[in-house]
C-alpha cells in the first residue's frame, strides 16, 4: 500500500477555495466546511471506523491516522 497522498477532486478546483479529498493509505480524507476532516476507509473491511477530526492541516490529519493505524496492530 502506497504512502503517496493522491488527491481526488480535480486540481482546478483549488483555486476556487474548494479544497480536494485526497487518498492516504487506504483512506479518504475529506475536508470539511467547518474545517474539519472526515476520515473513511476506501473499502470494507475497513481497519477502523470512519472518524472526524478539528485537526487544521493536512500534515496533521495524516499523521493522526498513522498513529491510529500504529495502535490497530
Known amino acids: 500500500m502506497s504512502s503517496h ?3 481526488i477532486a480535480p ?3 483549488h483555486h476556487r477555495g474548494v ?4 487518498r492516504y ?3 479518504v480524507l475529506i475536508p470539511q466546511a467547518d474545517l474539519t476532516w472526515l476520515v ?5 473491511p475497513m481497519p477502523m471506523l470512519p472518524f472526524r477530526t478539528p ?3 493536512l500534515a496533521d490529519v495524516k499523521a493522526l ?3 491510529r ?3 490497530a496492530t
Open 19 to 22: 479544497r480536494a479529498a485526497v
Open 65 to 67: 491516522v498513522d498513529w
Open 5 to 7: 497522498a493522491a488527491p
Open 55 to 57: 485537526a487544521s492541516s
Open 40 to 44: 473513511r476507509p476506501e473499502r470494507s
Open 11 to 13: 486540481s482546478g478546483l
Open 25 to 27: 493509505r487506504g483512506f
Open 69 to 71: 493505524l500504529g495502535g
